[in-house]
């Protein structure tokens, strides 16, 4: 019997590995992004699919700690300094935008004609919105740094706060909650206050001795036991002081954001963040009730759709009020448009009170859960049908008409240092760019720069390199740098074409593009660099210019081997930190090699190369 019990185990945790394995590739070879494919995978195997699973919740339980582990990772790169310059964001922003969309859908459901109580509960329900989807979709585009990222942030956060007072709200609502006394709730909401001072205390005094006792003892698997420790202490100190997991997690990373061991416990923390938060929308998947969303499709589209767009538009309302523009506050809206998974902790509160049935609570999830699957399709919608932000051209010169001797293209960090040999010399320089706020700037420390995209051959001939002697392509971007070197010397094959490469593989692509010069941008600075270190070694100055030398033809061996045989090619010229013997040698011998007898004379013979 237990090895039956083992087996089915071990089936459903295949299952699950398996789900998200192949359906998370294909939604994002379908551009559909990582969450979709999880919630999609969760709908199949769960026990309204293929009854792989056939109770959810117990998944979901567990899988809400990826949200924990989430919430303390993003702890640990906001510091208490950071996080006090977000409390106008915190408890502005957040507080109002949270009000008036709770307003927003409690109005919904007294338009659908339901008691105000319950109404309530949907739409305040509905407002908490998903933490784990928003700061995916944010960790995934780049963005949670952003200064948008960070009034997203904000706002999730008063959003885990706001659990509190909404369920306290729950029992004054329930049937008989108005006999709660108001030293109960009182007592509630200290406790849930002491709960946060006492973390904040301990963060600050203890966390950090802690670690350093267990770093001394210099046991890797302790260390990763102690991480996961603090995360989950600290959720479950938070759920039993009737607070949110998520913010006790979020807490304790705060208060580890400036320690020593950051980094370290990030690292440790991070694998199974990443895994429990992929279980978590599975099991959100697998929560879809599709029994109940086909008994009352009608009325669960309906509010998806209405809920959805009136939050949005509270959103929207809310960002604009506050100063933000048109793009940042449509974005803000699409992204969390959603109901999130705090949802059902209040609609389960609502229907162990009863304010709302069983099946109310059921449709009511199914409703949170629709509008999460929504929301990445939202975004792509959004993407395509929103036009990307123009940049104003106000006080900037379009290049027309240049007649410079040399044309540089790209004036950042690289094009500036050189163009300063140029101008020192009286040299008629043209510099174009594609970057505003770079124009603007350059204009400030006497540089005129015009606005041009290297890309584009109609821009060039306006940039005069049809007269030029000579183009500098100085851009960061390696397949820019090759396009430009590709229509420059395909339209003006005799002008002089130099190049900054970002790598070795950018520098073999230009020279196949017919460059007569290029510089991987880091080369020159780093065998300086190298010399240097070489002197305070204490080696001679004219040996460390020998062996720089060396190393400079060495590499310009290796690079025409590459450029006839492929970018594996020239291992030969590398000198590794490796003891293992290489059959080649590591430099050129001063003497070629002499045999001694007839046999030697043989061997040499063959390991000469061929002509």
């Known amino acids: ?49 293929l ?38 964001e915190i408890f502005g922003l957040g507080a109002l935008q949270v009000g008036v969309c709770a307003v927003l859908l409690t109005g919904v459901g007294v338009a659908g004609g339901f008691p105000i109580s319950q109404s309530f509960v949907a739409g305040a329900g509905f407002v908490l919105t998903s933490t784990a989807i928003v700061m995916q979709l944010l960790e995934e585009r780049g963005e949670i740094a952003a200064p948008k990222g960070q009034r997203i942030v904000s706002v999730l956060l008063l959003e885990d706060l706001a659990i509190v007072p909404l369920l306290a709200l729950i029992a004054f609502l329930a049937p008989g909650g108005a006999d709660t006394s108001l030293s109960e709730r009182l007592t509630e909401v200290g406790i849930g206050l002491a709960a946060i001072v006492g973390l904040v205390v301990a963060g600050r005094y203890l966390l950090n001795p802690f670690f350093r006792i267990l770093a001394d003892a210099r046991a890797r698997e302790v260390m990763t036991a102690a991480a996961l420790l603090v995360v989950l202490g600290s959720a479950l100190a938070m759920q039993l002081s009737g607070l949110s997991m998520a913010m006790g997690a979020f807490l304790a990373g705060v208060l580890l954001s400036e320690s020593t061991f950051r980094h370290q416990l990030e690292a440790d923390i991070e694998p199974f963040r990443g895994i429990l938060l ?36 509270g959103i929207y309302i809310v960002a604009r009020i506050l100063k933000s523009g048109h793009r940042e506050a449509l974005e803000r809206a699409v992204f969390m448009a959603q109901g999130g998974e705090f949802a059902f902790v209040l609609y389960s509160a609502a229907a162990a009170v009863g304010i709302i049935d069983g099946n109310a609570n059921a449709t009511l999830t199914a409703i949170v859960i629709i509008s999460m699957v929504l929301t990445p399709l939202a975004i792509i919608a959004l993407r395509y049908l929103t036009p990307r932000d123009e940049q104003s051209l106000d006080g900037v010169d379009v290049a027309d008409g240049l007649t410079g001797s040399v044309l540089v293209i790209g004036f950042g960090r690289f094009g500036q240092i050189a163009s300063q040999p140029l101008l020192l010399r009286g040299i008629d320089v043209s510099i174009i760019d594609n970057d505003v706020e770079m124009i603007q700037a350059a204009a400030d420390f006497g540089f005129k720069v015009y606005y041009g995209d ?33 229509l420059v010397k395909a339209e003006f094959p005799l002008l002089t074409v130099l190049a900054r490469a970002f790598d ?24 300086i660099f190298g010399g240097s270190a070489l002197e305070s070694l204490g080696v001679d100055p004219e040996d460390v210019a020998e062996t720089i030398e060396d190393v400079r033809r060495r590499d310009n061996d290796r690079f025409e081997t590459q450029l006839a045989e492929g970018i594996r090619a020239g291992q030969r010229f590398l000198r590794g930190n490796i003891g293992t013997p ?18 030697t004379a043989g061997v040499l013979h063959k390991s000469e190369p061929a002509d």
């Open 582 to 599: 290489i059959p080649t040698p590591l430099s050129t011998p001063r003497r070629a090699g002499q045999a001694l007898n007839e046999e």
């Open 454 to 486: 290297g890309t584009r051959l109609d821009i060039l001939h306006a940039a005069g390199a049809g007269r030029a002697r000579a183009v500098l392509i100085c851009v960061d971007k390696a397949d820019a740098a090759v396009r430009i070197a590709e």
């Open 1 to 49: 019997m237990a090895a039956e019990a083992s087996g089915s185990d071990l089936i459903q945790v295949v299952a699950l590995l398996a789900a998200g394995v192949v359906a998370v590739p294909i939604f994002k070879r379908m551009g559909l992004g990582s969450i979709l494919g999880y919630l999609a995978a969760g709908v199949v195997i769960g026990p309204f699919g």
């Open 504 to 527: 070795r593989g950018t520098a073999l692509q230009l020279i196949r593009a017919g460059v007569d010069y290029q510089l991987r941008e880091t080369f020159e600075s780093a065998l």
């Open 278 to 313: 992929g279980l978590f929308f599975l099991a959100v998947g697998m929560s879809l009730d599709l029994h109940v969303v086909a008994a009352n499709w009608r009325l669960i589209a309906i509010y998806v759709v209405a809920y959805m767009v009136m939050k949005a538009f």
């Open 51 to 88: 009854g792989v699973f056939s109770e959810s919740e117990a998944i979901l339980h567990v899988a809400e700690l990826g949200v924990v582990m989430f919430l303390f990772i993003i702890g640990l790169e906001m510091q208490p300094s950071r996080l006090w310059g977000l409390r106008r």
